[in-house]
């Protein structure tokens, strides 16, 4: 009895343009799941739909206003209010994501670094929080978890990121050039 | 526990307040009295601080409540796309990690 989860079997795309951002997503989500479980038929399917996610320029367009909305809103929670450490944090977080990403980046780095802006912007906020004076035990308990909970947001986004650039430093492409994972593809 | 109404007791009642002990809960009589006025008085504080530790806690979580919600979604593209690269050069997910396979 294969013990491993059972995931439909998903077709790749007919047509160049299928349905919404999240149908896309969860589509190559279970593309993903079963090419792990060892389906190679898998494999070129998620090529064909990630082939056609670049000419969905609407989806494109999309993640980074999401990255760019994310890296906003915690810019203004990082403000508390002030609307000088908020330009203050913005730019922290436009270096930081330059610095990540470089000259030349894919839709792939852009998404990984906005990951790791994000991340560092909500540990900063958390770390804030945790370091104020709280009235009651209770209040401290619970800005301590949500710090602990960023840190480890923090961790993993930047392992990820670090993951890919490792693997790219050494060469490492996919057979396929898609233009998804091919720099300035927004 | 509060105030116990008894069938042919006064309107008021008589205040009761449940204890845990290693032993289990008890049944703690504190009267209608002073006694038990000032026992309801301080359970009564303890759930307004109780109410007003949680609102607080509330009202931080939900001032970032959207900026979490963009948060969550961005790296659930994030692992995605991550995945799918990595699966497309080849690479495994096994144990919490993704490797190569040799050969």
New interface residues.
């Given amino acids: 009895m294969d013990k491993q989860k059972q995931v439909p079997k998903a077709e790749a795309p007919k047509k160049k343009r299928h349905g919404s951002v999240e149908s896309a997503?969860e589509m190559?989500?279970l593309?993903?799941v079963r090419?792990?479980q060892g389906h190679p038929e898998a494999?070129g399917s998620?090529?064909k739909w990630?082939e056609a996610f670049p000419e969905l320029k609407p989806e494109c367009r999309a993640?980074d206003e999401?990255?760019d909305?994310?890296v906003a809103?915690?810019a203004?929670?990082v403000g508390f209010g002030d609307k000088l450490a908020e330009e203050a944090a913005r730019d922290e977080a436009a270096k930081l994501k330059q610095e990540l990403t470089g000259d030349s980046s894919s839709?792939?780095d852009r998404?990984?670094a906005?990951?790791v802006v994000?991340?560092h912007l909500?540990h900063t906020?958390a770390a804030v929080?945790a370091a104020q004076k709280a009235?009651?035990p209770?209040?401290r308990e619970?800005?301590e978890r949500?710090l602990s909970a960023a840190q480890k947001?923090l961790a993993?986004?930047v392992t990820?990121h670090r993951?890919?650039a490792r693997?790219k430093g050494k060469g490492?492409?996919?057979?396929?050039k898609?233009k998804?994972?091919e720099p300035s593809a927004a | 526990m509060g105030w116990d109404r008894k069938r042919k007791g006064p309107a008021g009642g008589y205040f009761y307040l449940s204890v845990r002990t290693p032993a289990g809960v008890k049944k703690v009589y504190y009267g209608r009295r002073t006694a038990g006025h000032l026992a309801a008085a301080a359970v009564e504080q303890r759930r307004q601080a109780r109410l007003k530790v949680r609102t607080a806690i509330q009202a931080e979580h939900d001032a970032t409540a959207d900026a979490d919600r963009l948060a969550d979604e961005l790296a659930v593209w994030a692992d995605l796309l991550s995945s799918a690269w990595l699966t497309l050069t080849g690479h495994v997910y096994h144990r919490g990690e993704w490797r190569k396979p040799h050969g």
């Fill in positions: 997503r190559v989500k593309l993903t090419a792990n494999v998620i090529e990630l993640l999401l990255a909305k994310a809103a915690w203004v929670s839709l792939l998404v990984l906005s990951t994000v991340a909500a906020r929080m009235d009651h209770g209040i619970a800005r949500v947001r993993a986004a990820a993951l890919l693997k490492v492409r996919p057979k396929a898609l998804i994972f």
